[in-house]
């Protein structure tokens, strides 16, 4: 739901351009992504590297300036089950110039879809990643960066969109992977940030509810939180029929495919070829599914906000709610008052839960227009400014008291 692929399909659409309607065809998964057959270690062990070409720039010089490496490891998935899960670790070369160790973020990312080619390591060696520029902006401050590809973004099996513990326990599993990782000069003793907005809000506020129980040796300093999907019936009922209709059609398949949930039973002919076609397709397939509604997918006709009213999905909806859990570090949250895909009422709701069980929180409104907007116009100059407070050890002074 980000940044420049984002602002430039809107401009396409807005223009009135024609947009393919099928999704570009899957290429066969590179050999880096087959998992092994059997998974061992621990959370956050590396199970294999290689360097990767970070492209940002034309000329490529942003091998000149960082070290780059795609790695795959260990993470645990809803269940406590161990799984492998791709991802990035990206070093500057310039040696940290800042008080004690140099930071590493935790990056998670915003929507890319559900095929494996939408997944961040491999966009990023083909100069397609949106959130390049973000983490761009991050190496230029001197912080070591680790991106996840999240559960089945280039690996086999559905990518488990929007499910809080999996996007979580993969954000700090990158981290724990970025300091075990040979050569990368990192340790448990460098600080910790994580950053995220849209999905990766959702992933940075969730690894921010559970960095103290899952992974404590963790020393995070702070949470950059930007347009969180807190409570997913409220978002999906805004996304319904809208532009953004394609994001509630990978929640459901997500959902479905972390929970084992067949779908088909629910849907009409329509609605099963629309859930076959969105696995295959990245965020720049939105205009393929963009008004659809749920509705016209279901079985009994039906919008997806009445299924999600009955078990099994009443559960699986409650179980991704963030706000529940008291995060233990200072958090950023951002959100604008005109965010036309994530309500902005579910953002504060979720910062007046945390507010209310005492945590350290600052809740910031923004006036950018639309969600892309606020994201484009905004949130980066924020998440720095946050993440330089804390790394150089000045309190966040909380704003509970507004809310």
């Not at 972390?258 to 696995?279: C, F, I, K, S, T």
């Amino acid at each position: 739901m980000r940044r420049l692929a984002l602002a430039a399909l809107t401009v396409t659409l807005t223009a009135g351009v024609a947009i393919p309607v099928s999704a570009a065809t899957e290429p066969p998964r590179p050999a880096f992504y087959a998992a092994p057959a059997s998974i061992s270690g621990a959370a956050g062990d590396v199970i294999r590297s290689e360097p990767l070409t970070f492209s940002v720039d034309p000329a490529g010089l942003s091998a000149l300036v960082m070290t780059s490496t795609r790695i795959m490891y260990v993470s645990t998935d809803r269940t406590g089950a161990k799984y492998a899960v791709t991802g990035s670790v990206l070093v500057p070369k310039t040696p940290w110039v800042g008080a004690g160790r140099r930071p590493i973020i935790g990056y998670a990312v915003g929507t890319q879809g559900l095929a494996d080619r939408c997944a961040p390591s491999r966009q990023q060696s083909e100069g397609l990643e949106y959130e390049s520029l973000m983490i761009k902006g991050l190496i230029e401050r001197g912080y070591a960066v680790a991106v996840t590809d999240y559960q089945g973004l280039g690996t086999a099996g559905v990518h488990t969109y929007m499910n809080r513990l999996v996007q979580g326990r993969a954000v700090l599993d990158s981290v724990r992977a970025a300091q075990r990782l040979n050569g990368s000069g990192l340790s448990a003793a460098n600080p910790v940030g994580i950053v995220g907005y849209s999905q990766g809000g959702g992933g940075a506020a969730s690894a921010a509810e559970l960095a103290a129980a899952y992974a404590p040796e963790l020393a995070v300093k702070g949470v950059v939180a930007g347009a969180v999907p807190a409570d997913l019936a409220a978002v999906l009922t805004n996304l319904d029929g809208g532009l953004y209709a394609e994001f509630a059609l990978y929640g459901m398949r997500g959902l479905a495919a972390g929970y084992g949930v067949d779908l088909a039973p629910y849907l009409n002919a329509a609605g099963r070829q629309a859930m076959d076609a969105v696995e295959g397709e990245c965020v720049t397939d939105l205009a393929n599914h963009a008004f659809v509604t749920t509705s016209s997918l279901s079985s009994t006709g039906t919008p997806a906000s009445v299924l999600l009213t009955q078990e099994p999905f009443t559960t699986m909806v409650a179980q991704q709610r963030i706000g529940t859990i008291k995060p233990a570090m200072p958090v950023y949250v951002v959100h604008s008052s005109l965010d036309d895909v994530i309500p902005y009422a579910v953002g504060r709701s979720m910062a007046k839960s945390w507010c209310g069980k005492g945590a350290n929180v600052y809740f910031d409104t923004t006036l950018a227009p639309t969600h892309v907007g606020a994201d484009l116009v905004d949130y980066a100059p924020r998440a720095y400014a946050f993440l330089e407070a804390r790394f150089a050890g000045l309190p966040q002074f909380s704003n509970c008291w507004t809310l």
